[in-house]
């Protein structure tokens, strides 16, 4: 007995999608062109797509369309790095961290605002009132040519005011905000804590990222720590789950290229702000 209809259509384009005749991230033809294509009902193409769904092979995005789904090899962020480490902070370090593991990585051009209030997760972590104004950095980043994170930092405005009047600029520090913070305002970054939660994305990150409307993102609140363990910054940092894992590192360990953890490759180290 012949397969039914609809997985003799999941079969075909099954086919094309592991001959790379359809490749990871393109779109699917319309459910009307599928139809006049293979002579088949609405509910026949459905069942077609649900099944290459439920084996993985494509993704249906709200608002959007079917596409096949990319082949991503994730990246490995450590989170237990040098607290005190004052170079880390923009692109250059980014570019850095990926490249070591052969990896190509870039980044936007960082967008700066002024708000006349932080937003509320923010403010509370930075421990300054609803109406302090603060400056914003924001980048997106990419690696192999892929969305990987969208990262935004916080300062408050009162830094500029002090001398640290590059954060208003729209291009990247090169030596890293935490370490021009530290040489010209004498603030320097001796700590911070991590918080990470996981949610569903917004449609803003459901574009960017590429993302199913039912996928996951990690959100990391980082809130660093001058000399005085006075916050001086806090940076919100939205990894997808499906392209990155993390590691925290707990007392005396090997570094990730000398351990036989099996996250270790890829491997990569947490990078700083905007």
Same mark, same amino acid.
């Given at each position: ?9 999941a ?23 599928f139809? +006049? ?16 769904t ?18 991503i ?16 902070? +923009? ?14 990585a870039?980044?936007?051009v960082?967008r ?8 509320? +997760?923010?403010?509370? &972590? ?26 935004t ?10 001398g ?6 729209a291009?990247?520090i +090169?030596?890293?905000?935490? &370490?021009?913070?530290?040489?010209t305002?004498?603030?320097r ?15 803003n990150e459901?574009?960017f990222?590429?993302l ?13 720590f ?14 997808p789950a ?33």
């Amino acid at each position: 007995m012949a397969d039914p209809m609809y997985r003799q259509i999941a079969q075909d384009l099954q086919g094309k999608i592991e001959s790379g005749e359809l490749a990871p991230g393109d779109k699917l033809p319309s459910e009307l062109d599928f139809r +006049e294509r293979y002579n088949a009902s609405r509910n026949t193409i459905r069942d077609a797509i649900k099944r290459l769904t439920s084996q993985g092979l494509v993704e249906t995005r709200p608002g959007q369309g079917t596409f096949v789904t990319r082949r991503i090899d994730p990246f490995v962020t450590e989170l237990s790095g040098d607290p005190q480490a004052l170079g880390g902070a +923009e692109g250059t370090t980014y570019l850095s961290e990926v490249n070591k593991t052969q990896r190509e990585a870039s980044f936007s051009v960082p967008r700066v605002e002024l708000q006349m209030a932080p937003p509320v +997760e923010v403010g509370l &972590r930075l421990l300054v009132a609803p109406n302090i104004q603060i400056v914003s950095r924001h980048q997106k980043r990419y690696i192999d040519g892929v969305p990987w994170s969208l990262q935004t930092s916080f300062y408050p405005m009162d830094f500029v005011t002090k001398g640290a009047t590059r954060l208003l600029v729209a291009e990247d520090i +090169e030596e890293g905000t935490v &370490r021009y913070i530290a040489e010209t305002i004498g603030i320097r970054q001796v700590g911070y804590r991590d918080a990470i939660t996981a949610r569903r994305p917004d449609v803003n990150e459901q574009t960017f990222f590429g993302l199913a409307h039912d996928a996951t993102v990690f959100e990391n609140f980082r809130t660093a720590f001058d000399q005085t363990g006075t916050p001086l910054r806090v940076t919100v940092t939205v990894f997808p789950a499906d392209r990155n894992q993390f590691i925290i590192n707990v007392g005396d360990v090997p570094a990730l290229e000398d351990s036989a953890d099996p996250a270790a490759d890829p491997q990569g180290q947490a990078s700083e702000p905007a």
